[in-house]
C-alpha cells in the first residue's frame, strides 16, 4: 500500500485533504495495481541498491580449488566480462575495493508455491543502506502502519525440538502480544530455528483468523547470499509477484526462505554463502526503529523493543549481551535449550556462585557434543558476559514454564517491558506515566489493571489526561472506561484544546470530515494550521456550521465563530432549550471568549465529547459516554438524528454502520431499561419547558406518534414527581 503523498494524480482527482488525494467514491480510496507497481519501481530504483563483486579472483584453497568459484563465493560466470578480464597480475580479493554497489535488482511481491493466497514483500538491498531509507520503504510503500512494539526474536539458526507444551505456549503468546499491541516482529526469515518456530505461529494464526482480524507483521531479515532458490526473485523491473519454491532438500549449506513471513529484507555484501551478512544492518534497523515516536500522536514515548530468545549458541549469547547493553530487555525461553537454559538456571544465582567451573558445567549439560569444541578462553569470556546478563536484573526476565504466576509468554513480554522502564526519576517515584502510555499504546488494559492501577497509587484527573485523549483518539474504550473509574473528570479534562484534537484527528474516511471540507470549500475558509504544512485546520465552530446543517431548526450553534469573521445565516429555531439555568440563547451569550474570539471553557464536555464519538462513529466510546448525560432521551435521539443524516452522505458499509447505530439509540430512547436512567437528572428548571425540546425532536425525526407521546410522559412524570429537568440539546 502507498502513502497518498507518493501518487501523481489528475488534478480532477484531487480535494483538498492535507495537500493529498481524497477519493469521492470509497472505492476510488485505494490505488489501481499497475499505479503501485510504477511507484514503488520508481522509488526503488532511485534509492535502493545492491552489492556485486567486480573484479574476480579464484579461490585456490581446499574444496574450492579447480572450481573457477571467486573469493567472493560466486562462480566466475556469474561475474561480468570486465571483472574477469584482468591485463596485469592478480591483487588480493579485498571486498572494500572489489564490491560495488549497483541498482538493485530484487524486489516486489513474493508468493510461495502450495501456501495458499498469502502475498508477502521482498527486496534485495546493500549491506550499507541506511536504516531510514529502509524504514520508508517499509512504511510509505510496503504500507505497514507505525509498530507499537519491536519484537525481536533471536535463538537457534538450525531445527530444534522444544517441549509440545511450551511450544503452543510460545506460539500463542507471540501472536496474541503481536495481535494486541499492533508489533512487528522482526527474525532472521529462514524456513529454519526459531525463524521456523515464529512463522509457523504466524502460519496458525492465519489459518483459524478471519481477514478481518488483521495480519501479523513478520519481517524477515536474511543474508541474500544464503538464499537458496533466489534466482526467481531476480528482476530489474521487480516481480508482481516472484513465486518461491521451498525446497529444502536441495539447498545444501544455504537455507530457504520461510513461507509464513509477511516481509524479507534480503542483505548483500557481494558474497554467497558467507551467514550472517544482515547482522549489522539488522542491529541498526531495529535501533533506528526504536529511535521513532510511538504512535501517531506527540507523547514523547518512543517505540519499545523486547528480545525474545529461544534456544541458540555462542552467537545468540553474544546478541543477548549487546543487547542488554543497548537497554534492550530480554525475555529468555527456560526449556528450549542451550543458551537459553544455561541463563535461566543461573538467573537467580548470586554473582559468586557463577562461576567459570558452574558455567563449565552447564554448557556441558546443555550443548552435549559441541563442548568439546569450546575453548577456555570462550568459557570465561562467556562466564563474563553471563555474569554481566544476570547483574542487569532490570532487563533479564526469564520465562518459566512450571511458575504458577507465569502462565502466558505475551505477560510476560509486556512486564518485561514494564520492569525495564520503571526508571527512577528526581523525586524517586516511578516512571508510572510512561508505563501507562505503554499500555494504552499496546491495548492492554488487563496489564494497566493488574500493574499499574494498584492500590498503592492514588490517581488525580490531571494525571490520566494525555492518555485519555489517546485512549480516545485509538478507540479504545476499556481505556476509557477504566480512566473514568479511577480519577478522570470530563470537566476538568475536555478543554477547548483536547476537543479540537479531537476533531483534528479525523480519519480521510470520515463522512463528517467531507461535510466539513465541503462546507470550507463552498465558503471559502481555509485556515493554515500553524506549524504544519496543511492548508486547513478543523475550528469548533465548523462542527457548529455542520451540526446545524444536520440538526435544522432543531438547534443553534454550539460553538460560536470568533467574532472578527461574519457568520452565514442560521434558521432560527422556535424553541427553547434547557441548559441547567439558561436557555440556548443566553448560553451562548454568556460563553466566556477571549480577545481572538475562541471559546474559554466548554460548559458541557459529556455533550461534546459524546457528539464527537458519534460522528466519528465510535460505538462503544459512545455509549459510555452517553450513560454519563444528565438526559439520556434527548441525547439519544439527536444521536439518532445526527446518524441517519450523516448515513445518507454515502451508500458504504460506513454509512450502513451509521444507520445502524442510529436505530440502535432510537430503540434506547424509549426502551424503559435505557429511558430509566433519566430519573438520575442533575439541576434545572422543573417546568414543562423540557417538554418542548422532546416533542420538537421526536417530531423534527417524523417519529410515530405513540413516541412522541412517549417522550412527553417521561419528561411530565419527571417534572411533577420533583426530577429535575438539564437536557444540553
Known sequence: MLTVHEIEIHPDE??????????????????????????????????????????YVENTAGEFSGKEICMCGYRKASHSEEAVKHEEFLETWDPKRHVSEEPTDAYG?????????????????????????????????????????????????????????????????????????????????????????????????????????????????????????????????????????LDEESQGRLSCLDTNHSHFILVDNGTHGKYGVEIALRGKLEKFICEQTLGSTDNGIKIPVVCVVLEGGPGTLDTIYSAMMNGTPCVVMEGSGRVADVIAQVANLPLSEITISHIQKQLKTYFAEDFKTFSDIKILEWTKKIQDIVRMQQLLTVFRLE???????????????????????????????????????????????????????????IDLSDVMLAALLGDKPDFVKLFLENGVHLKEFLTEKRLL?????????????????????????????????????????????????????IIKPLYPRPRDRSTHAVPIPHIRINLGSNDLESFQNSIPMDTKGS?????????????????????????????????????????????????????????????????????????PSYTDLVGRAGGGHQDVEGVVVHVSLSSHLHWPHHIQVCFCLQKIKKIYTGGKSCNCW
Not at 525481536?152 to 499491541?181: D, H, W, Y
Not at 458519534?614 to 455509549?623: G, P, Q, T
Not at 448525560?629 to 460506513?654: G, H, M, P, R, Y
Open 403 to 461: 511458575k504458577e504466576d507465569q502462565n502466558d509468554v505475551d505477560v510476560a513480554i509486556i512486564k518485561a517491558l514494564l520492569k525495564a522502564s520503571k526508571s527512577l526519576d528526581n523525586q524517586g517515584k516511578e516512571n508510572w506515566d510512561h508505563q501507562l502510555k505503554l499500555a494504552v499504546a499496546w491495548n492492554r488494559v488487563d496489564i494497566a489493571k493488574s500493574e499499574i492501577f494498584t492500590d498503592d497509587k492514588q490517581w488525580k484527573s
Open 109 to 245: 511481491d513474493i508468493t510461495f508455491t502450495g501456501s495458499g493466497q498469502n502475498v508477502g514483500k521482498f527486496v534485495r538491498v546493500s549491506s550499507d543502506t541506511k536504516p531510514d531509507t529502509l524504514y520508508k520503504l517499509m512504511r510509505d510503500h510496503w504500507g505497514l502502519n507505525v509498530p507499537n512494539l519491536l519484537i525481536s526474536v533471536t535463538g537457534g539458526a538450525k531445527n530444534f525440538n522444544m517441549k509440545p507444551r511450551l511450544k503452543n505456549m510460545f506460539r500463542r503468546g507471540l501472536i496474541k502480544v503481536a495481535r494486541s499491541t499492533g508489533a512487528w516482529i522482526v527474525t532472521g526469515g529462514s524456513h529454519a530455528g526459531v525463524m521456523k518456530h515464529v512463522g509457523e505461529a504466524v502460519r496458525d494464526y492465519t489459518m483459524s483468523s478471519s481477514s478481518k482480524d488483521g495480519k501479523i507483521v513478520a519481517i524477515g531479515i536474511a543474508t541474500w547470499g544464503i538464499v537458496h532458490n533466489r534466482k526467481c526473485l531476480v528482476s530489474s523491473e521487480g516481480k508482481f509477484p516472484a513465486e518461491y519454491t
Open 501 to 553: 484534537a479531537l476533531y483534528n484527528n479525523l480519519p480521510p474516511t470520515s463522512l463528517f470530515l467531507r461535510r466539513i471540507l465541503k462546507k470550507q470549500e463552498e465558503e471559502k475558509l481555509y485556515m493554515k494550521k500553524p506549524g504544519t504544512s496543511s492548508s486547513w485546520s478543523i475550528q469548533l465552530y465548523h462542527v457548529s456550521d455542520v451540526l446545524c446543517d444536520l440538526l435544522g431548526s
Open 599 to 671: 471559546i474559554v471553557e466548554l460548559l458541557d464536555p459529556t455533550r461534546d465529547l459524546f457528539i464527537w464519538a458519534i460522528l466519528e462513529n465510535r460505538k462503544e466510546i459512545a455509549d459510555i459516554i452517553w450513560q454519563l448525560s444528565q438526559d439520556c432521551i434527548a441525547t439519544a435521539l439527536a444521536a439518532s438524528k445526527i446518524l441517519k443524516e450523516l448515513a445518507k452522505e454515502e451508500d458504504t458499509d460506513l454509512s450502513e454502520d451509521m444507520g445502524a447505530l442510529a436505530e440502535q439509540y432510537e430503540k434506547q430512547a424509549i426502551d
Open 14 to 55: 484531487v480535494d483538498t485533504y492535507h495537500g493529498s488525494f481524497i477519493s469521492r467514491n470509497r472505492s476510488q480510496i485505494f490505488f489501481s495495481t499497475h499505479q503501485k507497481q510504477h511507484c514503488i519501481r520508481s522509488w526503488i530504483k532511485e534509492n535502493i541498491r545492491k552489492k556485486e563483486c567486480k573484479y
